[in-house]
């Protein structure tokens, strides 16, 4: 942002005065929000009016030559043409780049060389597979301090981030659909946070979280990185004026606060859409490796069904009319055999073995009915010529009445 002679001296002597432009004290920072996404890995985070949006993609891919056994991790800074109005003009006279190298470097130093991601555990099988990450950090609005608001918003993407799970066998890896099973985490061994200071009358004086007109009257800033364990990992400078040891030290003190206020508010506010999503988007079963409850239930109901039958007295073997004589009890099972009932194949050897018992002679005995299923062969190895003479005297028999009354009553003597 480019300002006139008479705004740097105003906020010059502003600073002096321990006042700020917009009414902050000198180590007050601008509030900040995070605003998860549905999409896992996307966040968007505000501090004051400077905004930025994160997006963290997963894919798995070839290790390189030299590192044959850690994944990959990449950072993308790149500006809105609608971030502020020089940025927008310069996008219209096609003089400007979307991507800020200098802006990019800051974000991998304080994220990948400070070792915040574990790249061992992106490694799926040495020299052949490993997981690679690419971070995209696009500046919305920029209102005063960009660094800050895009190297917090590439953590919180990576903290939000989900991979999709795998299993290995044998020399076979499987990577499981996210709907099927759920995403795993990424390996953060903590929460970076880089923290910028805006140095005024030669070093004497120092203000945190620099607004933009801020910046274009500072005579040089200190970008401080601290974990939420209140460890450095990293002190940058990038010219300008001296400063004290004794001033470097209230910077990391104020810097290890605001670490640990900022870290408290972004696990608070993914975990509220962790619950969320799940409650959106929950987790089916996979299919190759559960079964349908409702299809095992019908095929254990059918079982049952089938060892009911197959207990019902009967079942498979039709029961015979009952006989006054001899003649009607051939009679009918001539009828019988002219059309045998339906039998299937479990059920009829069971009840066969039910109702057959052969001894030692070889006789058969009845076992379940009023005749055994041995007669029943006999009648069906008798020649055309029985059958016929079987027919003809069931024939004369149905004819007939018995005792020659209409009644079927016997006269008396």
């Not at 963290?56 to 609608?82: C, I, K, L, W």
């Not at 696009?138 to 919180?156: E, K």
Request: with cysteine.
């Amino acid at each position: 942002m480019q300002v006139s002679t008479a705004e740097k001296q105003f906020v010059n002597e502003a600073v002096k005065s321990s006042i700020r432009v917009d009414g902050r004290r000198l180590d007050e920072t601008r509030e900040t929000k995070f605003h998860p996404l549905q999409t896992s890995g996307s966040v968007e985070v505000c501090i004051g009016m400077t905004r930025a949006l994160a997006c963290v993609e997963v894919e798995h891919t070839q290790p390189h030559p030299d590192r044959p056994s850690e994944g990959m991790v990449n950072f993308q800074v790149e500006y809105s043409p609608a971030a502020n109005q020089d940025r927008a003009f310069e996008f219209l006279m096609g003089s400007a780049s979307d991507q800020d190298p200098l802006l990019t470097r800051e974000v991998e130093r304080a994220i990948r060389d400070s070792r915040a991601l574990d790249t061992e555990a992106l490694c799926i099988i040495a020299n052949k597979l490993v997981w690679s990450l690419k971070v995209v950090i696009t500046i919305l609005d920029n209102c005063g301090n960009v660094s800050d608001v895009a190297q917090i918003a590439a953590i919180a993407a990576l903290k939000h981030a989900r991979r999709p799970d795998f299993t290995i066998s044998g020399r076979e890896v499987t990577i499981h659909p996210v709907t099927h099973r759920e995403a795993v985490p990424l390996p953060i061994n903590f929460m970076p946070i880089m923290t910028t200071f805006a140095l005024f009358d030669s070093g004497a004086v120092v203000l945190i979280d620099p607004s933009a007109q801020e910046e274009a009257a500072m005579d040089g800033k200190v970008a401080v990185v601290m974990n939420e364990h209140k460890e450095i990992c990293g002190i940058r400078k990038p010219g300008g004026v001296c400063i004290e040891k004794e001033l470097l030290v209230q910077m990391v003190k104020m810097a290890g606060a605001r670490t640990l206020k900022l870290k408290k508010e972004l696990t608070h506010s993914l975990l509220s859409s962790s619950e969320m999503l799940h409650k959106l988007s929950p987790v089916s079963p996979d299919p190759n490796l559960l079964v349908n409850s409702s299809s095992a239930q019908q095929a254990v109901h059918g079982a049952q069904d089938n060892v009911a039958e197959m207990k019902s007295p009967g079942h498979g073997h039709e029961e015979l009319p009952p006989a006054s004589s001899e003649i009607l009890a051939t009679a009918s099972y001539s009828r019988s055999k002219a059309s045998p009932p339906p039998r299937n194949g479990n059920t009829f050897q069971r009840n066969d073995a039910e109702m057959v018992h052969e001894d030692a002679s070889g006789t058969a005995n009845a076992g379940k009915g009023s005749k055994t299923s041995q007669d029943s062969k006999n009648l069906d190895s008798s020649d055309s010529d029985d059958d016929d003479s079987d027919e003809d005297l069931m024939a004369a028999v149905i004819s007939r009445p018995r005792g020659g009354g209409g009644s079927g009553r016997r006269k008396p003597k």
